[in-house]
C-alpha cells in the first residue's frame, strides 16, 4: 500500500513542483512505483511532465462528479511513474465541493480506490491553504515543506504548521511531518548559509540532511517535458534528487543502504 506523502507550503516558488515531478521521477528510476498527484490549478506538474493540461481528463472529476481515479491515470516517459493530472477547472472545484457533507475526504476517497497500486503517491499542493490543500494533508500519511534558502524563507511558516496541527486535531490524526526540505540553495551566497543554519536550529531533526542547490538543468527539464533524472542524469540537480529520494527511502526503513553509499556523490561541478 502506497505512502502519500502532500508537498505543501502556502508560499509561492519554493519548489514544491520542482520537487514533486523530481522526487516522484528518482523514486521511479529506483523501481518504486509512483504516482503524482497534481492538486494545483496551475497544473505545472502535468505539463512538467510533458501533458498538455488542456487535453487530459483530471482531478477535478475525481473531486466533484466521484470519477474513478483509475480511469483518469496517464503513463509518463518512466514506466515507474504515472501522473493524476490537474486543470484550470480545480479554482472552481473549491466553491463547489463548500457545501459537500464530506468536503475535506474527497481526495483521500479517491486516492483509496488506487492506493494498493503504488509504493509512493507524492500529493503536489497548491500555494495555498485552501479546500483543496487541506484535502491533500487529510488524505496524506505525511506532509513534506519546501522552504527556499532566502531572506524571506520562515514567512508563513506558523501558519502551515498550525493549519497541519488543526488537520491532526480534526481530519488526519495520523498526518506527520515528514521533514522539511531547503531549496534553491546557492552556496556563494552567505545568506544561503545563514539560512540553512536558522532553519536547522529552528526544527532541528525535521530537516532533511539533503539540501537542493541552484541548478540550471532543474529550471530547463520542465520546458522539455522531462523529470531531472531523464533530462540529465548527471547535473547537480538530479544527483540532490536522488540523495533525496534514497534519504525518503531511508526514513520509511524502505531500503537498507550502507553508511558509505548513502550520498551519491558529484564528479564535477555542473
Not at 511558516?157 to 540553495?185: A, C, D, F, H, S
Request: glycine share 6%; hydrophobic share 40%; aromatic share 4%.
Amino acid at each position: 500500500m502506497a505512502k502519500i506523502i502532500a508537498i505543501a507550503n502556502q508560499k509561492g516558488g519554493v519548489g514544491k513542483t520542482t520537487t514533486a515531478i523530481n522526487l516522484s521521477g528518482c523514486l521511479g528510476v529506483l523501481d518504486y512505483r509512483t504516482l503524482i498527484v497534481d492538486a494545483d490549478p496551475q497544473a505545472n506538474a502535468t505539463s512538467g511532465v510533458g501533458l498538455d493540461p488542456k487535453n487530459s481528463r483530471n482531478i477535478y472529476e475525481c473531486l466533484i462528479n466521484d470519477t474513478d481515479p483509475s480511469e483518469l491515470l496517464i503513463n509518463t516517459q518512466n514506466p515507474n511513474l504515472d501522473i493524476l493530472p490537474s486543470h484550470i477547472d480545480l479554482v472552481g472545484a473549491e466553491l463547489e465541493m463548500i457545501n459537500l457533507p464530506n468536503r475535506e475526504h474527497m481526495l483521500k476517497l479517491a486516492l483509496d480506490k488506487i492506493r494498493d497500486q503504488y509504493d509512493f503517491i507524492i500529493i503536489d499542493c497548491s500555494p495555498s491553504l485552501g479546500l483543496i490543500t487541506v484535502n491533500a494533508l487529510t488524505a496524506a500519511d505525511s506532509v513534506m515543506i519546501p522552504v527556499q534558502c532566502e531572506y524571506f524563507a520562515l514567512e508563513g511558516l506558523g501558519k502551515l504548521l498550525n493549519t497541519i496541527k488543526i488537520v491532526q486535531g480534526r481530519l488526519n490524526p495520523q498526518l506527520e511531518i515528514e521533514g522539511i526540505l531547503l531549496t534553491m540553495y546557492d552556496t556563494r551566497l552567505r545568506l544561503a548559509n545563514q539560512v540553512v543554519e536558522e532553519v536547522k536550529m529552528h526544527f532541528q531533526e525535521i530537516v532533511f540532511d539533503t539540501v537542493i542547490h541552484r541548478n540550471t538543468k532543474l529550471g530547463e527539464a520542465p520546458s522539455f517535458g522531462e523529470t531531472i533524472v531523464m533530462h540529465d542524469a548527471s547535473s547537480k540537480g538530479a544527483v540532490n534528487y536522488l540523495n533525496f529520494a534514497r534519504e525518503i527511502l531511508q526514513k520509511n526503513d524502505l531500503t537498507k543502504i550502507a553508511n558509505e553509499d548513502k550520498e551519491i556523490k558529484l564528479g564535477n561541478e555542473l
